[in-house]
């Protein structure tokens, strides 16, 4: 007989999203005696968003992960395993090892996954170093060191069909290896490519403006509304398909960044939470599922239509975590997610452009300065303050005391 587990709130996922909730409820419950759960398989916890940086040579790998055992909140039960099946109607889930969990409220934050395997010849292409890719941590520093090695020729990034994480890496890098061959003076010897199955650079006007002038600028050559499809890796050649027509292109390349698809987790595809596409199923503003209502859902996985952002997720922790204080007191949770993203753009080396915005692609910046420019500070924001915020507020609920009233 399978092994029964009790708790009265259940956390699936223990990224940025599940360990900030887990820290913000227990340091905003007022009794500090809440039964919390984290179900997390992996031993290791990773800054994400700092492997830009190291692909770009600006951070060391081993400073973007911490143990997963130091970034669990005090107090906070550990189950290391993985969700297996969902059986809401129960308050129940299933894990990989068999154990049967048992809540009166469940909040689902079991980011995303990754799908190398979609494009053919990507897998063995990564292998044998003909691409490189910032989107996996052992990946990252392959990057900087092809950056490093790279002589001339044609250099390709790209950029795929949404939904994936962070979505402003996939240019980020560009400008980053644009200004690493500009110092080491290959620049001239290169011809420059960015693919993306997006219609524009940016869907923000006031930041695509200055994203627009930052490609003139840098002479990179943009190819819209094509996503990779392909990777001829014996003639080192990637293949596009144009969005609307579907007609092909292949590319030779010398260099090759690839920002890969992605997916839903396995544990949510064909699960009774998950929408026809297999996303978390959530209302988009209380970020409540809209049939079982003792269950929430937050950051990569879900189906809101926002950017898959750290940001994002810690907004809508929030949300989250008022809504279900609210709702663990006996009253009803109204809390309202906007969408908010934010995007901290690296246009070069000292160079960044941060932007914020919400469901409706309206500007909704942070500080009393114009953002949409490209200024230093908000690189060293970047690199220095937000992994700093991360690690010690972020994650430690340090800034439940702060919130909006």
Not at 205 to 228: D, S
Not at 311 to 319: E, G, W
Not at 324 to 331: K, N, S
Request: charged share 20%; with cysteine; proline share 6%.
């Amino acid at each position: 007989m399978a092994e029964t587990i009790s708790h009265k709130v259940v956390i699936v996922g223990g990224g940025t999203a599940g360990i900030a909730v887990a820290s913000h409820l227990k340091k905003l419950e007022e009794s500090g005696a809440l039964d919390i759960a984290i179900l997390e398989p992996k031993d290791v916890h990773y800054y994400q968003p700092g492997w830009t940086l190291v692909g770009g040579g600006e951070m060391k790998p081993k400073a973007t992960w911490r143990p997963m055992k130091a970034v669990i909140p005090q107090g906070v039960a550990w189950i290391q395993d993985a969700v297996a099946h969902f059986d809401p109607d129960a308050n129940t889930l299933t894990t990989a090892s068999g154990k049967q969990i048992r809540y009166e409220y469940l909040v689902v934050a079991a980011g995303i996954e990754i799908a190398w395997e979609q494009i053919p010849g990507l897998e063995e292409a990564l292998q044998r170093n003909l691409a490189v890719s910032i989107y996996d941590y052992d990946l990252a520093p392959k990057v900087w060191e092809a950056i490093k090695g790279f002589s001339g020729g044609t250099a390709i990034f790209t950029q795929p069909k949404p939904p994936f994480k962070c979505p402003g890496a996939a240019q980020k890098i560009a400008y980053l290896a644009d200004d690493a061959w500009r110092k080491r003076n290959v620049r001239g010897k290169t011809k420059l490519l960015f693919f993306s199955a997006a219609p524009s650079i940016f869907p923000v006007k006031r930041y695509a403006k200055t994203l627009n002038e930052v490609l003139k600028r840098k002479a990179i050559e943009t190819h819209f509304q094509h996503h990779l499809v392909a990777i001829d890796v014996d003639n080192k050649q990637a293949v596009f398909e144009h969005i609307a027509t579907g007609d092909r292109q292949s590319h030779a390349f010398d260099f090759l960044h690839v920002t890969p698809p992605m997916r839903p987790p396995a544990c949510l595809r064909s699960s009774p939470l998950a929408d026809e596409a297999g996303w978390m199923n959530v209302d988009k503003h209380t970020l409540r599922h809209p049939k079982y209502q003792n269950v929430y859902g937050l950051g990569d996985c879900t189906n809101t239509p926002n950017s898959k952002t750290a940001a994002a997720c810690r907004a809508q922790t929030y949300v989250v975590v008022s809504n279900l204080l609210t709702e663990l007191a006996g009253g009803r949770g109204i809390s309202a997610y906007d969408g908010y993203a934010s995007c901290p753009l690296i246009t070069g080396y000292g160079k960044l452009v941060l932007a914020e915005f919400d469901y409706n692609l309206q500007p909704k910046e942070t500080f009393p300065i114009d953002q949409s420019k490209e200024r230093r500070s908000m690189y060293y924001f970047k690199k220095y303050f937000l992994p700093w915020y991360y690690w010690n507020v972020l994650l430690k609920g340090g800034d439940a005391t702060i919130w909006p009233a």
